[in-house]
């Protein structure tokens, strides 16, 4: 049926086709509203792609295409606060970064950011309390706080939330102005990474350790990193394989 209405040129029968079988993350929404585009249909395109979107508004995953065709429909007539609420709606169904980012290049261009970001922020955090437990993987509040550079705020909300990947990154973009917070961060993952083994492990504790020295020779602190160094070779001396690693490094 679909490759005759599409070799009979019958974009209402393809329509109806696909109208049967509209599956939940409004992809079925996206392919009719390209198939009126194509024959010269886009207000009819445009109906049905912002149907797609009220259908499936309440859906954490839904085809990015979909959103991306409207929001790209929308800016092409300058119709920025529209597209604003779409980008709000799907970072309140979504709550993932990349919503989030979507929102905040929509709302730079339309001018209202400040105000747009406070009210993100606000439904991540209560987003944040509503998943709390989860230690597997840290709140996207603090991700998008990152991706900000709002990193004092970031500090505030990292406890007791974040994950370890978090709060490497927090500690990475914070070293050279917070080098003692930095530093406590970088001491507690050097700590988790004493009983796993392996290559990469031991790399990424040679990694840490640099970042370690760091953040001593900012405060000045060195012999307490000499010290502290040759203290951990003596901890694990019989891993072999990470002494040449730190000797490598010039730990």
Request: with cysteine.
């Amino acid at each position: 049926m679909e490759r005759l209405a599409k070799a009979e040129g019958d974009v209402d029968a393809l329509v109806a086709l696909y109208m049967k079988d509209l599956v939940p993350s409004g992809a079925t929404h996206l392919r009719i509203a390209e198939e009126l585009g194509a024959a010269g249909r886009p207000e009819d395109a445009l109906s049905w792609a912002e149907r797609g979107l009220r259908d499936t508004v309440d859906e954490a995953h839904v085809d990015g295409r979909l959103v991306d065709y409207v929001c790209a429909r929308y800016t092409r007539t300058g119709r920025k606060a529209e597209t604003v609420a779409v980008r709000r709606d799907r970072l309140l169904a979504e709550r993932s970064l990349a919503a989030y980012q979507q929102l905040r290049a929509a709302a730079r261009a339309a001018d209202c950011w400040e105000t747009e970001r406070a009210a993100a922020l606000a439904a991540l955090r209560e987003g944040t309390r509503q998943e709390r437990g989860g230690w597997h993987r840290g709140p996207v509040l603090i991700d998008a706080l990152l991706d900000d550079g709002d990193l004092d705020t970031a500090w505030r909300e990292a406890a007791d939330r974040a994950d370890d990947r978090q709060w490497q990154q927090l500690a990475d973009l914070s070293r050279e102005t917070r080098p003692a917070d930095a530093l406590a961060v970088y001491l507690r993952l050097v700590e988790l990474l004493k009983g796993p083994t392996g290559d990469r492990v031991y790399e990424q504790m040679a990694r840490l350790l640099l970042d370690v020295r760091s953040c001593h020779r900012s405060l000045g602190t060195e012999d307490e990193f000499t010290a502290y160094v040759a203290d951990l070779r003596a901890e694990l001396k019989r891993r072999r394989k990470l002494i040449t690693i730190l000797d490598r490094h010039g730990l």
